[in-house]
Structure formats: structure tokens, C-alpha cells
């Protein structure tokens, strides 16, 4: 039994004793209306409540469709990041002004920033010595999927730490 058939129900309820009381109940004040004026009424009111009602309806279920994709993105995106972790020294996330989305402690500790010193909002290209480095990434994060295949691939770059010295 949902919602939407709760209303209707109580709807009709309601049409059916305004109809019973208006009939057998005198000094109603109904005596000027007809029967029948006076259904079409309770029929108006009974729509307007049903356009009420999908209106309603229609927004909780795009918010609770919307929650439930956000979920299982995330969820997904956890998976992901989990198994690149098991794979990868160091899992970093871009935004698409190429910037470091979230601080990585593996990367900072790599880099030899130490524990106080955030990466997040750093651009990657700051950490690679070699220009052509930073060029094949720009090349690289401009095109997406890295060349349209949509698989993950392998990427090789030199970066370097905080005293300069070059880590592949």
C-alpha cells in the first residue's frame, strides 16, 4: 500500500461523506447547490490533490534517485582507488584545472614533503624536472581516456622530491 494510493483512497473518502452529508444532514447550508454541482466540486478538489500529490512524488523520487547514484559512485570510486592503492606507490586525483583534488601521504612522503606540507591544490607538472615530461602530461590529461580507448594505461614520468633529486 503506498502513498499514492493512501491519497486517492482518502479522496474518495472524503467525496463520498461530503455527498452523505450534504444529503442527509439538514440546515446544511447546501440546499442552493445541486448534488451534482457539488460532486464535480469534490472531482476538482480530488484532481488538484492528485496533481499535488505527482508533483511531490516526482521530486522525492528524483532526490532519492540522484542519493542513490551519488552512493554508488562513491562506492565505486572507493573501489577503484583501493585497488590502484594495492598497485601504485602513490594514487593522486585531478581535478579538471589539473589540480590535486585531495592531499596523498604516500605521494607527499615520497616526495619527502613531509606530514605538515598539503600537495592538495599543487599541479602535478610542479613535481616534474623535465619539460618534456610536463608537456606529454599535458598532452595526456588534455586528451581524455588517453587516447580515446577508455582503458587505463601506464604513464612514466621523472618527478623530483623536495631536495631535487629525481625519482622514476
Known sequence: FNFRAGLILHA???????????????????????????CLQRVYTLCEKAV???????FAVSCILREVEATQEKSLRL??????????????????NQRIIQHEPRLSQMLLHG??????????QEFLPDASDQQRLDERL????GGGS???????????DAIGNRIH
Open 12 to 38: 474518495v473518502q472524503d467525496v463520498a461523506y461530503s455527498i452523505a452529508f450534504a444529503l442527509f444532514e439538514p440546515g446544511t447550508g447546501f440546499q442552493d447547490v445541486t448534488v451534482g454541482d457539488f
Open 79 to 96: 573501489g577503484f582507488r583501493s585497488l590502484l592503492s594495492i598497485m601504485c606507490d602513490a594514487v593522486v586525483e585531478l581535478g579538471s
Open 52 to 58: 499535488a500529490l505527482y508533483i511531490v512524488e516526482s
Open 115 to 124: 606530514a605538515g606540507k598539503s600537495l592538495e591544490g599543487a599541479m602535478l
Open 150 to 160: 577508455g582503458d587505463a594505461e601506464m604513464f612514466h614520468v621523472f618527478m623530483k
Open 142 to 145: 588534455s586528451c581524455p581516456s
